[in-house]
Nanobody, 122 residues
Framework: QGQLVESGGGSVQPGESLRLSCAAS???????????VGWFRQAPDSGRESVAA????????YVADSVEGRFTISRDNAKNTVYLQMNSLGPEDTAVYFC????????????WGQGTRVTVSA
């Protein structure tokens, strides 16, 4: 009934930028504005880390301290897409990045994408 697909990952050098996209499709997301979306990442041998989140309207956002000032989250509800702009990437940002969606009526993320890999190395 609903699907999230991440894209935009890749291999870059330290200091470079990437923009990740999370595209929502399916009947569940007909009213995409009803969903908050979060970005998470998981590095090798590490647990999942919350990176950023945005509410349905796009007016309220959160970014983790570890990426504050470098990452920006935004959304285009007309395109059912949420973006994660990542600047000044460093090796510590190497991870698989996932997006997840949470309907406003519930308190947990109930849709998850399959992830896109980001590798930062010289």
């Amino acid at each position: 009934q609903g699907q999230l697909v991440e894209s935009g990952g890749g291999s870059v050098q330290p200091g470079e930028s990437l923009r990740l996209s999370c595209a929502a499709s399916g009947r569940s997301f007909i009213s995409f504005i009803n969903y908050a979306v979060g970005w998470f990442r998981q590095a090798p041998d590490s647990g999942r880390e919350s990176v950023a989140a945005i509410d349905g309207s796009g007016r309220a956002t959160y970014v983790a301290d570890s990426v504050e000032g470098r990452f920006t989250i935004s959304r285009d509800n007309a395109k059912n897409t949420v973006y994660l702009q990542m600047n000044s990437l460093g090796p510590e940002d190497t991870a698989v990045y996932f997006c997840a969606a949470q309907h406003r009526s519930i308190t947990e993320y109930n849709y998850w994408g399959q992830g896109t890999r980001v590798t930062v190395s010289a």
